[in-house]
């Protein structure tokens, strides 16, 4: 169906937003799921905080929150809300690019619809497995 880039209280503009469309759909179809509604709002660390506190209890800042909003098995569909001043900060301590590190929080959105967790160190190992695997698709694409 679609994918949606939205801006609340920042000024940014997703670079590259026709690829990176195409490269969650093609993630999204090699796991074998269906895109319904996919909507990805970038924000500032205080309105993702406020949904933090709202809706998750967590009194905490993070570069993102992702809500699944599907009601099919195997079809996609949910908001993710990312903090582009807690990326900037990640990639800065990370000492990768601004871009890179978006693009891993943004699948990394996406693999949390997809139904992989990173709770546990096992959780987590593929979760990033599965980042860098995805991350090795976007040049590709």
Same mark, same amino acid.
């Given at each position: 169906?679609?994918?949606?880039?939205?801006?609340?209280?920042?000024?940014?503009?997703?670079? %590259?937003?026709?690829?990176?469309?195409?490269? #969650?759909?093609?993630?999204?179809?090699? @796991? =074998?799921? +269906?895109?319904?509604?996919?909507?990805?709002?970038?924000?500032?660390?205080?309105?993702?905080?406020?949904?933090?506190?709202?809706?998750?209890?967590?009194?905490?800042?993070?570069?993102?929150?992702?809500?699944?909003?599907?009601?099919?098995? %195997?079809?996609?569909?949910?908001?993710?809300? #990312?903090?582009?001043?807690?990326?900037? @900060? =990640?990639? +800065?301590?990370?000492?990768?690019?601004?871009?890179?590190?978006?693009?891993?929080?943004?699948?990394?959105?996406?693999?949390?619809?997809?139904?992989?967790?990173?709770?546990?160190?096992?959780?987590?190992?593929?979760?990033?497995?599965?980042?860098?695997?995805?991350?090795?698709?976007?040049?590709?694409?």
């Amino acid at each position: 169906m679609a994918i949606h880039f939205f801006v609340e209280n920042i000024s940014f503009k997703l670079t %590259n937003a026709l690829k990176v469309r195409r490269w #969650i759909k093609e993630i999204i179809l090699q @796991e =074998n799921y +269906q895109l319904g509604e996919l909507n990805f709002i970038f924000c500032n660390d205080e309105y993702l905080h406020k949904i933090n506190v709202e809706y998750l209890a967590h009194d905490d800042y993070t570069d993102i929150i992702t809500f699944d909003n599907s009601d099919e098995k %195997n079809l996609i569909e949910g908001d993710i809300f #990312i903090s582009v001043e807690r990326v900037k @900060e =990640n990639a +800065q301590n990370l000492q990768v690019s601004f871009e890179q590190e978006l693009q891993r929080v943004i699948i990394h959105g996406v693999l949390h619809l997809l139904g992989y967790q990173d709770k546990a160190p096992q959780e987590q190992a593929q979760m990033r497995a599965k980042e860098d695997e995805a991350l090795k698709l976007f040049q590709t694409i």
